[in-house]
């Protein structure tokens, strides 16, 4: 597609609740990466994925956090047993191979609010 | 560790005046340095960046900025703000090597445009 596109745009989670967040790179884009954006704050690094492997993990904060990408195209972000303070937005970013010091192309987010 | 320092937390501008975010970043080599700008609810748009040469580099939508490797600072400045231009900046820099791949941002200048 022209962008990368994430779904859903808004996600409301009883604290608890398992939820997946997906992400849409730009087509023939190899890398691809995860961000977390908490309220007032920058983004932070979750994780990054060069075609379907997943070169660094350091980012996630707990191992409630899994992302994947199997084919080396759409990814998804799962958080098991949700808690409040997971309440961010999700933005994915994809990058073409040897662009990755050109920036990223960012998508709009997936907003989740943990109640 | 690499980091990046935005003093500016709020800016208010009148329409047509001038404007100067401020970045400041820690890194132990030659940064790719960056900003982006995101409008409520939007995801990040790359602004400029800067890896090698010229150390004054333009962006889109007029935006300029100076990389001063003295000040370990990386400036954003526009001559002429327009009300569009309010918005989140956030100054970034690039690691990159081996399996890492990623932006660490900074917390972010809320700018907002007075008639």
């Known amino acids: 597609g022209a962008g990368v596109s994430q779904s859903p745009r808004y996600k409301v989670a009883k604290r608890g609740q398992d939820v997946a967040l997906r992400c849409d790179p730009i087509?023939?884009?190899?890398?691809l990466f995860w961000y977390q954006q908490a309220l007032g704050q920058g983004p932070e690094f979750l994780t990054y994925?060069?075609?379907?492997?997943?070169?660094?993990k350091s980012g996630l904060p707990s191992d409630r956090f899994f992302a994947e990408r199997p084919e080396g195209s759409v990814s998804t972000l799962k958080i098991q047993r949700t808690q409040q303070e997971d309440s961010a937005v999700y933005l994915c970013?994809?990058?073409?191979?040897?662009?990755?010091?050109?920036?990223?192309?960012f998508g709009s987010g997936t907003r989740l609010t943990v109640v | 560790a690499q980091s990046v320092t935005q003093p500016d937390i709020h800016i208010t501008v009148s329409e047509g005046a001038s404007l100067e975010l401020r970045c400041n970043y820690s890194?132990?080599?030659?940064?790719?340095l960056f900003w982006y700008v995101q409008s409520p609810g939007q995801g990040l748009q790359l602004l400029l960046k800067?890896?090698?040469?010229?150390?004054l580099v333009q962006g889109i939508k007029g935006f300029e900025a100076e990389f001063k490797r003295s000040q370990s600072s990386f400036n954003l400045r526009k001559p002429s703000v327009h009300w569009s231009d309010a918005a989140e900046y956030f100054c970034?820099?690039?690691?990159?090597?081996?399996?890492?791949?990623?932006?660490?941002f900074g917390t972010g200048t809320l700018l907002a445009v007075q008639p």
């Open positions: 970013a994809s990058s073409s191979p040897g662009t990755a010091s050109y920036g990223y192309t």
């Open positions: 087509s023939g884009h190899v890398s």
């Open positions: 994925f060069q075609n379907e492997a997943q070169l660094d």
């Open positions: 890194y132990g080599a030659t940064p790719y």
């Open positions: 800067y890896f090698s040469g010229d150390t």
């Open positions: 970034a820099v690039g690691t990159y090597g081996g399996a890492t791949n990623k932006l660490i």
